[in-house]
């Protein structure tokens, strides 16, 4: 048993404007500092168009190919881009998230982390934004729920930035506990507090700017894990974004590496008692490329710990 690493070349290919935080780049630091790692390596596969329609409709997919460019960039919106190759990158990352918990509650391996690109916790239902195209998160859990039948799954967002759009997917699911933790105030404006899901089956922490780990580590101790364990999930989701760290440019929770590798060995305790340890996470935020690969080293090197 073992930790599997699912990743494609094709992820490499979804290319970005000169200077856009979001570049090809933070995939291959992810890697490098990955490669010494005793993992599984897989490759993503394509998700099939009925994977996607799970939580999307089919306008959105056919507005993303007639927006596909056959060179140069399409401008989604102000901040999120598409070239030749980000639509077979979408689909290898929603598919590596399929392929992963297919591979983690068949018990082929103990745990995953998809290293993939675009993310995806802002694309919402029809929207297209914050560097996300398909809502990788909420895929993998309603995968859990409609394919193979879970009856509870928890899906936790330590990314710096809201995950509006796993809270939107995944807002009228009550076999979907959501536990995010975000800076606020911070684009993009949502996560209070009252936004708890047409169930109450969401926890928005909002964190205030220039926190720290320790008012991270409060919030986890004091909200989320009480909540995991009276939810008693079945699989445990993580949305593993690295934007939190000290280093990064784009916001100021000033999270230290250990801090990643504390919420990452307490959600896999958790997972050891609630869930035999089924732990699936996906790469989103993290745009400072040093401080992205040792954060997301330390949190892999943890899944690795707890896989028996």
């Known amino acids: ?41 897989v490759g993503a596969p394509l998700a099939a168009e009925d994977d996607i329609l799970r939580i999307h409709p089919i306008d959105h997919l056919r507005g993303l190919r007639d927006a596909l460019p056959q060179a140069g960039f399409a401008k989604i919106d102000g901040d999120t881009f598409m070239s030749p190759g980000s639509l077979d990158a979408a689909f290898r990352a929603a598919g590596a998230m399929v392929r992963a918990v297919d591979m983690v509650l068949s018990g082929e391996v103990d745990n995953a982390f998809a290293a993939i690109r675009p993310p995806g916790h802002h694309a919402e239902s029809e929207t297209a934004m914050g560097f996300c195209l398909f809502g990788n998160a909420a895929l993998a859990a309603k995968h859990a729920l409609d394919h193979h039948g879970l009856k ?6 330590f990314d710096v930035h809201h995950g509006n759009g796993t809270q939107d997917l995944l807002w009228d699911e009550p076999r979907a506990l959501v536990i995010t933790s975000q800076q606020m105030p911070l684009w993009p ?14 926890l928005n922490m909002p964190l205030p700017p220039d926190s720290d780990g320790a008012t991270m580590r409060s919030a986890y101790a004091e909200q989320a894990f009480p909540r995991l364990r009276a939810f008693k999930p079945e699989l445990i989701i993580i949305s593993a974004g690295f934007d939190a760290h000290r280093d990064d440019p784009l916001a100021n929770l000033n999270w230290s590496t250990e801090d990643f590798a504390w919420l990452t060995a307490e959600l896999c305790s958790l997972a050891a008692a609630l869930c035999a340890g089924r732990i699936v996470s996906t790469l989103e935020g993290g745009y ?21």
């Not at 930790?3 to 935080?21: F, K, N, Q, S, V």
């Not at 490329?289 to 028996?308: D, F, G, S, Y």
């Open 1 to 41: 048993m073992t930790t599997a690493l699912i990743t494609h070349a094709d992820c490499l290919r979804h290319e970005t404007p000169t200077g856009h935080p979001e570049q090809v780049a933070r995939v291959e630091h992810v890697l490098h500092a990955l490669e010494p790692l005793a993992l599984r390596r």
């Open 189 to 202: 404006g949502t996560g209070r507090v009252d936004e708890d899901g047409a169930y109450g089956q969401i």
């Open 152 to 157: 509870r799954v928890a899906v936790v967002d």
């Open 288 to 308: 400072d490329l040093n401080a992205l690969a040792q954060a997301t080293r330390a949190h892999v090197e943890e899944l690795i710990k707890a896989a028996p």
